[in-house]
């Protein structure tokens, strides 16, 4: 019997399809585009607003500020603590990195903190992943009240039912939405689940508060005899220069 030699595996994936966040913006869902932000100063920091798909209304704002930039030597798997978090397994999985690689002189990420300009009303599918800017629906042809009534809306993403008793019925822009009391679990960016009634529909999203700084990635570290995770977020955000990126590239181990 012949066995084949495994092929390479290679460190590059092939492009999926990019579904658009999308929000709820003057009654109406609104799709976020992938490409398009307008970008200006504002009170000592970068204002980035993310526009509508068809590059006419600001959906999204967040300010940035505290910029600062942290040079990188050394072993790259030895990293500092906040690009640890950032890299999450990447860096905690020690067969991922190969300690004997150093970072590329040059190598630095930016680090600053991200602040939500306004509430923003994310809707999103309930299942599957549609591309367009209507999600698809929690149920049909009814109503929030009426879901509550009959027990409630089932989460799994949240591993909640939520009752009537879990938020607070609002109405935003026209749109009659149910907004939680408190906010999802394990979460980077503090964000609070939402239901909406559109066109006889209801649809599920989440809300981000005005005020709010975004994470940029959760965390997880495990303790110290490894039978329970601890969940941390990162209440700052990470960019890595091309010399650092290249570094990690020739790093990785798969």
Same mark, same amino acid.
């Given at each position: 019997?012949?066995?084949?030699?495994?092929?390479?595996?290679?460190?590059?994936?092939?492009?999926?399809?990019?579904?658009?966040?999308?929000?709820? #913006?003057?009654?109406?869902? *609104? !799709?976020?585009?992938? %490409? $398009?932000?307008?970008?200006?100063?504002?009170? +000592?920091? &970068?204002?980035?607003?993310?526009?509508?798909?068809?590059?006419?209304?600001?959906?999204?704002?967040?300010?940035?500020?505290?910029?600062?930039?942290?040079?990188?030597?050394?072993?790259?798997?030895?990293?500092?603590?906040?690009?640890?978090?950032?890299?999450?397994?990447?860096?905690?999985?020690?067969?991922?990195?190969?300690?004997?690689?150093?970072?590329?002189?040059?190598?630095?990420?930016?680090?600053?903190?991200?602040?939500?300009?306004?509430?923003?009303?994310?809707?999103?599918?309930?299942?599957?992943?549609?591309?367009? #800017?209507?999600?698809?629906? *929690? !149920?049909?042809?009814? %109503? $929030?009240?009426?879901?509550?009534?009959?027990? +409630?809306? &089932?989460?799994?993403?949240?591993?909640?039912?939520?009752?009537?008793?879990?938020?607070?019925?609002?109405?935003?822009?026209?749109?009659?939405?149910?907004?939680?009391?408190?906010?999802?679990?394990?979460?980077?960016?503090?964000?609070?689940?939402?239901?909406?009634?559109?066109?006889?529909?209801?649809?599920?999203?989440?809300?981000?508060?005005?005020?709010?700084?975004?994470?940029?990635?959760?965390?997880?570290?495990?303790?110290?005899?490894?039978?329970?995770?601890?969940?941390?977020?990162?209440?700052?955000?990470?960019?890595? #220069?091309?010399?650092?990126?290249?570094?990690?590239?020739?790093?990785?181990?798969?």
């Amino acid at each position: 019997m012949t066995v084949s030699a495994p092929s390479a595996v290679s460190k590059t994936l092939g492009e999926q399809t990019q579904i658009p966040t999308r929000v709820l #913006n003057k009654g109406a869902v *609104v !799709a976020e585009s992938l %490409t $398009i932000n307008n970008v200006s100063y504002q009170n +000592g920091g &970068v204002r980035f607003d993310r526009m509508s798909a068809d590059g006419t209304t600001a959906v999204e704002s967040v300010l940035r500020s505290n910029y600062s930039v942290v040079p990188l030597a050394g072993a790259v798997a030895s990293s500092p603590t906040e690009l640890v978090q950032y890299g999450n397994a990447l860096f905690t999985n020690t067969t991922l990195l190969d300690p004997s690689v150093n970072w590329q002189s040059g190598a630095a990420y930016e680090k600053f903190t991200a602040t939500m300009l306004g509430d923003v009303y994310y809707v999103n599918d309930f299942v599957g992943a549609t591309t367009g #800017n209507q999600p698809t629906p *929690v !149920a049909k042809g009814t %109503t $929030i009240a009426a879901l509550m009534s009959a027990g +409630g809306i &089932v989460s799994n993403t949240d591993s909640t039912t939520y009752k009537s008793t879990d938020g607070t019925m609002t109405t935003v822009d026209g749109v009659t939405t149910f907004v939680a009391n408190t906010a999802r679990a394990h979460l980077a960016t503090p964000e609070y689940r939402t239901y909406y009634e559109l066109n006889g529909n209801v649809y599920v999203g989440s809300l981000i508060k005005s005020g709010t700084v975004v994470g940029d990635v959760g965390y997880t570290v495990a303790n110290a005899n490894s039978v329970t995770t601890t969940y941390d977020t990162q209440i700052y955000q990470v960019r890595l #220069n091309a010399a650092a990126i290249a570094s990690l590239n020739a790093a990785m181990k798969y």
